[in-house]
């Protein structure tokens, strides 16, 4: 009725047939998008019905309302009210959510991690079960470098906080090239709290982040999305650079033992698969995110946030190199061998489409800081601990702030 009242256009949708609903839709004066059935009388069903159109959940209710409406839903002001797992793409498109709810303050779907902490949990356990079977003497140089940590971690912490600094000032590069928003704390904490759900698939959590930034702060969607995909397409150019500047110098001393025409070889195999790889990126990149690119001068403001990009890696990356002093100060590594090995098991995680990459980008890390001349046991000590220290950390703190905020909005809504 409060809807009515606001002159709002009131519709139920539901995926159970359309009999059942429609008399309680006219009840209350609604319009009602249902599953479109009809009678099938034979001699084996005498009283069955046979769908007409397709199951009206999921995906589908966000499509049967698009065409209800005759135009797209970013267009209008939506409410959504929903109770169960066929409603969620419907309270995500939504403006204002309400999740089991019909209070005033917006409740969006829940963020189901499903899998990803049990399995956050199963490799703790074998870490913790791997170490109770080291040789004494292993485990007591392990000790040894865990002790040491707490010393490192103001530095560690300092430079994960410049980084996300960093990232902030290219957020705030690409969003001013478009003349949207401007540096201030109600911005930056509402950038900040889209980092609640990194470790989810599909970049829920960038999503999610320009949802809530349309919701709390009034920007325009369209430009929030073409400046969500200028970051990544200037992390893929920064990340790209930094392997291309430092892993042949590095490859090169792997090899110069090998015969000349061995290692010309490897390099056009390797030169080529990274091209024809590339390019097919670029292809589905370019087919699955065209209406989402970046134009005019958001566009140009790519160049100067893919400077500042390599600048959040190289950043990042120096994590891992303070790390390994930390933990392995007998088995130091170089910095360009850390941030390649940072960016190589970044990159292994991405590609497995995993959330967060977890356990694919441990490993690859181990696997590289071993070959780098660390002990096994030390690098994947390593690997964990800059996991914990960069992703969860954020991950976790983020999300510590997010529920501060939806409790002080829950408080603050009158009876």
Known sequence: RWHEQQGHRVVIISASPRSLIQPVAQHLGADLIATETSNLVSEHAPSSLMLTSKNCKGKEKVVRLEAWLGQPHQDIELHTYGDSKGDRELLQIADYPHWRSFSSVATP?????????????TLLAIAAFGLMRLEPAARQVLIQGIQRLPAWLPSIYA???VAYLVRYWRWRILLGAAGIGQWCKHDLSSWFHGFALTATPGKLGELTRVHELHKNLGYPRAPLVHAFVAERLCDLIAVGLWLVLLVPAQLQIKL?????????????????TGVV?????????????????PSGTMALSCLPATAVSLGIWGCESIILWLLVQALSPEHTISLSQSISTYLLSGTAGMLSSLPGGVGVNEGTATLLLTQAGVPTTLAFAIAIFRRLCTVWSV????????????????NQEIP
């Open 159 to 161: 430079a994960l906080g």
């Open 109 to 121: 779907y829940p963020a189901r991690m499903g899998w990803v902490p049990l399995l956050g949990l």
């Open 277 to 293: 790889g590339f390019g097919s990126i670029a292809r589905w990149f370019h087919r699955r995110w065209k209406h989402h690119l």
């Open 256 to 272: 110069s033992s090998l015969h000349a025409g061995t290692s010309l070889g490897i390099a056009l195999i390797a030169g080529f």
């Open 395 to 410: 991950t976790g703190i983020a999300l510590v702030l997010r529920l501060i905020t939806l409790s002080a909005q829950k």
